[in-house]
């Protein structure tokens, strides 16, 4: 189908290239505790863009349309379009990255009720709820264009997300050793969950776990998107060399990380995938772009262009990687805190904030209520506090960061370790 | 396509079948600064089948090629039968119903071409562009969709509908040195076209607001008497109170059924909410819900005391009351879930002045940028805010956010003005992975006695 589609556009534009993907899943989920629906998802569709007289356009469709019809879409969809220089990419080698797993591609119904039944049982207990669920993905996808380039893989994901704690996600299923991980992460921070305390108040030290810390990167990775740059509204614009964070501070995005659900070989615009430097030592290294964005910045894709069915492409992350230099390859979870906690007299481990991503995100500015923090008290955990907020500037914080935590892990698609911070205001509620 | 359908649905084994099957035509257009960022019309299509065996789990299977519809009859019932299940599932009655609900398309958007869509939300992008040179991005997005929607089920339903949907966004950016603000414009009706009209207005209110936000202070936290505008009072009752009337999420929970007792009082007697998925035009009506279930006004709180909770056909068979026609999906991509609709609070009496008119020190706070919820505990960003001084309003402050515990808050509530409108906007609701849901809140002004509000807290 791709193939015949680019034919019938490379005919009638100068250029175009295409995405199919095909998902295959299943999956099941214990509400509650119990078990009570399984479900299955077969999913094909297919994007086109093209460019003509300089000007791009794209259409996308899950029915079962002619090429003529898709290609005639696409090119009403240019006729509008500002003009953009995009550099189809020719082709090239590709590096070698593992994104498929037989086990996980061959799992059956049964294999994951099984799985799922046993972290219930390592994880009830009386007084709680449990939720578990489990899926299993199977995806081809195909990305050529009309200057040569084309690459086909399959990717596996496998994951398992629970209601009240943690989550797990790569390209096969869950190791064994990973699932005691999470159990043991889940009933951690469940036992010390269990009494409540009183939230300290002021300007206090705090401890965001690698889960918490979302509120604190967003803003940079935010900042650090071609999209934020050519809009005007990223803080770090200007600043590449610059020593904005810490010195111990740096993010890579790499897309080449074994076994992870977000690696891929070639991005979704034929580019091939590398590892990308964004903060080294404290400095802003570098952004990221696909084509369109590098071509308005007068720069080159860094190979980050994503892609659904039915959008044009936009500059995206893969596996985010946040730690002091040549950190990054922890997989323990670690004891609640990462060993920062012992020189605190007082102040909170935050592992979950209500409201990530309101507001005006992008000036670093946040303030939100806790979901799951504990208070610490001469370097232990006394209790959960309930009714606290926490509010700062993610940009002054990280200009100091006070320890980085021996519990670097994955969680979802970023690995970081637990982060102690300074000075973050804590008020009660 | 009903007799295909209706076919499929005889050769299911299962003792309760049904399928839905979708077919979506959508266009938008956005423009990003004076840029045109996309223009773009796509086709969307597939189908859902679920299946129940007696003694068994759901069987939920959804695809895009209609080519496989037995197969994924097939597929759904044999998921179903590889899950035994303890505690058998019913599904309350619903009296069988047959319709073709045709929705008037209100000027029919599949026959405009892509390049007047461009013209109209290039017009309102350009109202936001000049209100000021301090506006320095702008992202302004005009979206239409139609679906055309076919239900059958082994219950005896067949239902064939057309609904027409348009969205207009804008947001603007404006900045002095370091200081960025924003403005919201945000439209989403159950209507075609014509609807699309003469928006220009919103727009420029919102690039305005941006503009006066860069010279407003934030607002120094603290406890204050708070008063919502009907938006963020919608936005509150939606995402606070709304999602705790779900019955999926009380009948298994235990905690949940006892924080969520018929008959507990939750407010003052001027408090009334409820939720209704058949007021006529807007963006969360439809005549049945996706489990075949015709909407309703369903009460959830009067005068103060919980009355009510919406149900799909399976919570209420659980908990022994009637389905409400609350069970939602997203698309053919998903299982229908218990889901609001219209949700709203009702209105009281008087005027906004009224409402202010004895408040020495307060906090107005209008329009919504965000808000999340975990159980009882929620947060709130107002878009913008106004101090309240000696029973007037005053200036304009910014970084209002409203921190606190549901419970208490609808506590609070003392006094509700008559001014009650429904927000038609666009986004919708998230839950379990199925978002943006077409839903409206509506809500007149609203007294909060005492609240948190947030900014940066002095040490």
């Known amino acids: ?429 | 396509m009903k007799d295909r359908l209706l076919d499929a649905l005889r050769a299911s084994r299962a003792d309760y079948t049904e399928i839905r099957v979708e077919r979506t035509w959508t266009s938008s257009v956005t423009y990003r600064g004076r840029r045109l960022e996309s223009a773009t019309a796509s086709e969307d299509q597939g189908g859902c089948v679920r299946a129940l065996h007696r003694g068994c789990g759901w069987g939920v299977a959804s695809f895009t090629s209609l080519e496989r519809l037995p197969a994924m009859v097939g597929r759904a019932s044999e998921l179903s039968r590889a899950i035994r299940v303890d505690d058998p599932i019913r599904l309350a009655d619903v009296p069988p119903h047959e319709a073709d609900a045709l929705l008037d398309l209100d000027g029919d958007v599949r026959g405009v071409p892509l390049a007047e869509k461009k013209r109209l939300i290039e017009a309102y992008n350009g109202e936001m562009l000049a209100v000021s040179d301090r506006v320095v991005d702008t992202l302004a997005t005009y979206g239409d969709e139609v679906t055309e929607y076919w239900f059958v089920s082994s219950a005896g339903t067949v239902l064939h509908e057309v609904r027409p949907e348009i969205t207009l966004s804008g947001t603007a950016v404006a900045r002095r040195n370091g200081t960025i603000e924003k403005g919201l414009e945000s439209i989403g009706l159950r209507r075609g076209w014509r609807g699309a009209q003469d928006r220009g207005a919103g727009f420029r209110a919102a690039a305005e607001r941006a503009v006066a936000l860069l010279d407003a202070p934030g607002v120094k936290g603290g406890r204050y008497p708070v008063v919502l505008d009907p938006e963020l009072a919608g936005v509150f009752i939606h995402e606070a109170f709304g999602h705790l009337s779900e019955a999926d999420f009380i009948y298994e929970n235990p905690q949940a059924r006892e924080m969520m007792t018929l008959g507990r009082r939750f407010g003052r007697p001027v408090l009334n909410v409820g939720d209704n998925g058949a007021a006529p035009g807007l963006r969360g009506t439809l005549p049945f819900d996706d489990e075949g279930t015709p909407t309703q006004d369903t009460p959830l709180i009067r005068e103060g005391v919980l009355v009510g909770r919406l149900h799909s056909r399976e919570t209420a068979a659980r908990l022994g009351e009637r389905p409400t026609g609350n069970a939602r999906a997203l698309s053919f991509r998903h299982a229908p879930i218990v889901r609001m609709t219209n949700t709203y609070i009702g209105n009281g009496r008087g005027t906004f002045e009224d409402l202010i008119r004895d408040v020495k020190l307060g906090v107005y706070a209008c329009s919504a940028f965000g808000g999340q919820t975990l159980l009882e505990n929620f947060s709130f960003t107002a878009a913008y805010g106004r101090m309240i001084r000696d029973g007037h309003p005053a200036e304009l402050v910014k970084d209002v956010v409203l921190a606190g515990n549901l419970f208490q808050t609808l506590d609070r509530i003392e006094r509700i003005a008559g001014d009650f409108r429904w927000n038609q906007m666009g986004g919708g609701c998230g839950k379990a992975g199925q978002g943006p849901l077409p839903v409206t809140e509506g809500a007149p002004h609203v007294r909060i006695e005492e609240a948190l509000v947030g900014g940066d807290v002095p040490a």
């Open chain 1, 1 to 429: 189908m791709i193939e015949r589609l680019l034919d019938e556009a490379r005919r009638r534009a100068r250029g175009a290239d295409a995405i199919w993907r095909r998902v295959e899943s299943t999956s099941v989920s214990f509400d509650w505790g119990r078990l009570k629906a399984a479900g299955a998802t077969e999913e094909a569709g297919i994007g086109l863009r093209v460019v003509k007289d300089g000007r791009v356009g794209t259409a996308g469709t899950t029915a079962v349309v002619a090429a003529g019809e898709l290609v005639d879409r696409a090119l009403a969809s240019a006729d509008l379009g500002a003009t953009v220089e995009l550099a189809l990419p020719a082709a090239a080698p590709l590096p070698d990255v593992p994104t498929h797993s037989d086990r996980a591609a061959g799992a059956s119904l049964d294999d994951l009720i099984a799985i799922g039944r046993a972290l219930l049982e390592r994880l009830t207990r009386d007084g709680c709820q449990v939720s578990v669920a489990i899926g299993r993905d199977v995806s081809e996808t195909r990305v050529a264009n009309t200057a040569g380039a084309h690459a086909a893989y399959r990717t596996t994901a496998g994951d398992d997300v629970l209601m009240i704690g943690d989550g797990w996600d790569g390209c096969d299923l869950p190791p064994e050793d990973r699932l005691d991980a999470l159990v043991r992460s889940i009933t951690d921070r469940l036992e010390r969950a269990l009494r409540i305390v009183e939230p300290p108040e002021g300007a206090l030290p705090v401890v965001f776990t690698p889960p918490g810390l979302a509120a604190i990167l967003l803003p940079v990775t935010q900042a650090l998107s071609g999209k934020a740059v050519l809009q005007g509204i990223s803080p770090l614009v200007g600043r590449v060399g610059e020593e904005v964070f810490d010195p111990r501070f740096s993010v890579t995005d790499d897309p080449l990380r074994s076994g992870r659900a977000a690696s891929r070989p070639i991005d979704d615009e034929c580019v091939p995938s590398a590892p990308l430097p964004l903060v080294t030592r404290g400095s802003v290294r570098s952004f990221i772009y696909d084509l369109e964005t590098a071509a308005r910045a007068n720069t080159q894709s860094t190979g980050h262009g994503q892609r659904g069915i039915f959008s044009k492409p936009v500059p995206g992350y893969t596996n985010i990687i946040i730690g002091e230099e040549a950190r990054g390859k922890g997989e323990a979870v670690g004891e609640l805190g990462g060993g920062l906690l012992g020189d605190m007299q007082d102040g909170l481990v935050v592992d979950e904030l209500i409201g990530v991503g309101q507001g005006n995100v992008i000036s670093g500015a946040f303030s939100h209520p806790v979901a799951l923090a504990y208070r610490v008290e001469r370097g232990e955990i006394t209790g959960r506090v309930k009714d606290a907020a926490v509010a700062g500037n993610t940009y002054e914080l990280l200009k100091k960061i006070g320890g980085f935590g021996n519990d670097d892990r994955w969680y979802g698609a970023r690995h970081a370790p637990s982060l102690l911070l300074e000075g973050v205001s804590v008020a009660r509620r």
